[in-house]
């Protein structure tokens, strides 16, 4: 059996953007991939607006929580996806890296984050039809 691809999302604070991302990607994988996130200076809670607008697609981002990046979670990783973490993120050879420059969600009302909740969502689908082509 084929082993599924894993990836990481990092952003500063895990508490948004790479929040959405990765809940976006699980969901849309259906466990065909492995994912995971994490910020370079975690924030203590998720932002309560990214979990506002992941709830409103059906998605729980409630027990969610901020972790830290370590270099295991990137050596693990097929592909790195940076949003805004800077130089921060450590580079391993062999490892894909994308960097997404998404405005940060942080202290947006709802109606700002929506759209950026829309991109990522359109960049994570981009990103899983490169990950896993369609069969035949």
Same mark, same amino acid.
């Given at each position: 059996m084929i082993q599924a691809p894993e990836v990481l999302f990092v952003c500063v604070h895990n508490a948004g953007r790479s929040q959405m991302a990765a809940a976006l990607l699980d969901h849309h994988a259906a466990g065909r991939v492995r994912v995971r996130s994490a910020g370079s200076a975690p924030a203590e809670t998720v932002n309560p607006a990214v979990v506002e607008v992941m709830a409103e697609l059906g998605l &729980? =981002?409630?027990?969610?929580?901020?972790?830290?990046?370590?270099?295991?979670? !990137?050596r693990a990783a097929d592909v790195v996806v940076t949003m805004g973490c800077g130089d921060v993120c450590p !580079?391993?050879?062999?490892?894909?890296? =994308? +960097?997404? /420059? =998404?405005? +940060?969600?942080?202290? /947006?009302?709802? $109606?700002?984050?929506?759209?950026?909740? &829309? $991109?990522? +969502?359109?960049? !994570?689908?981009?990103?899983?039809a490169e990950l896993l082509p369609a069969d035949g």
């Open positions: &729980d =981002l409630s027990r969610e929580f901020p972790k830290p990046l370590t270099g295991e979670a !990137v !580079v391993f050879p062999g490892t894909r890296y =994308l +960097d997404w /420059q =998404l405005p +940060d969600p942080a202290g /947006q009302p709802i $109606e700002k984050v929506r759209p950026i909740r &829309d $991109e990522i +969502d359109a960049r !994570v689908r981009a990103l899983l």
